[in-house]
T-cell receptor, first 114, second 115 residues
Framework: SQTIHQWPATLVQPVGSPLSLECTVE??????LYWYRQAAGRGLQLLFY??????ISSEVPQNLSASRPQDRQFILSSKKLLLSDSGFYLC?????????????FGDGTRLSIL | AQKITQTQPGMFVQEKEAVTLDCTYD???????LFWYKQPSSGEMIFLIY??????QNATEGRYSLNFQKARKSANLVISASQLGDSAMYFC????????????FGKGTLLTVNP
């Protein structure tokens, strides 16, 4: 069966520090991969998605970047964190087998910027 | 552009009763899919149910059913026989065909099940 791993679960970082969040998927190949951010008490905002290795699409201009160095690995990064980067970050994957395939989410990372 | 609207910020239901969570959507694309997710306080997003725009019957998954009214552009989630463990945020989401499987989410409804 397919599983998605996301780490760390919780992170506290000072303003101006770098960031690296990692997500890996097991049990499937060629998945679509996604990074979302969820502000407290709000819905999900799509940040990046990827349909293949090295292929990254950005949905909103921001202080963050994403990379997909391997088929089942998706990394969210920042060179210098801002206070506004605080939030709950979720990684997700979906199969390309059809439009009825749901996205499956990791457990998320709670990022606090001090 | 696609849009999902969930007008109920919070809902309360008594244990063992049924509850309906509202979702309306807006798209000009004739081919789309609608999803419901549950997010407990722990944060993970759990897929519940899917309805395709061309599906003739309303989707059902155990205690979850989707009341799909295409002309009204609504896709309400019905939870029957509510349980305490159903207390969570519920999100409606839409995927438009050809969008690289991207989902547009509503703002969610917080459901509280009372004993």
């Amino acid at each position: 069966s397919q599983t998605i791993h996301q780490w760390p679960a919780t992170l506290v970082q000072p303003v101006g520090s770098p960031l690296s969040l990692e997500c890996t998927v097991e049990g499937t190949s060629n998945p679509n991969l996604y990074w979302y951010r969820q502000a407290a008490g709000r819905g999900l905002q799509l940040l990046f998605y990827s349909v293949g290795i090295g292929q990254i699409s950005s949905e909103v201009p921001q202080n963050l970047s994403a990379s997909r160095p391997q088929d089942r690995q998706f990394i969210l990064s920042s060179k210098k964190l801002l206070l506004s980067d605080s939030g709950f970050y979720l990684c997700a994957w979906s199969s390309r087998q059809g439009g009825n395939q749901p996205q499956h989410f990791g457990d998320g990372t709670r990022l606090s910027i001090l | 552009a696609q849009k999902i609207t969930q007008t109920q910020p919070g809902m309360f239901v008594q244990e063992k009763e049924a509850v309906t969570l509202d979702c309306t959507y807006d798209t000009s694309d004739p081919s789309y899919g609608l999803f419901w997710y549950k997010q407990p306080s722990s944060g993970e997003m759990i897929f519940l149910i899917y309805q395709g725009s061309y599906d003739q019957q309303n989707a059902t998954e155990g205690r979850y059913s989707l009341n799909f009214q295409k002309a009204r552009k609504s896709a309400n989630l019905v939870i029957s026989a509510s349980q305490l463990g159903d207390s969570a945020m519920y999100f409606c989401a839409m995927r438009v065909t050809g969008s690289n499987y991207k989902l547009t989410f509503g703002k969610g409804t917080l459901l509280t099940v009372n004993p």
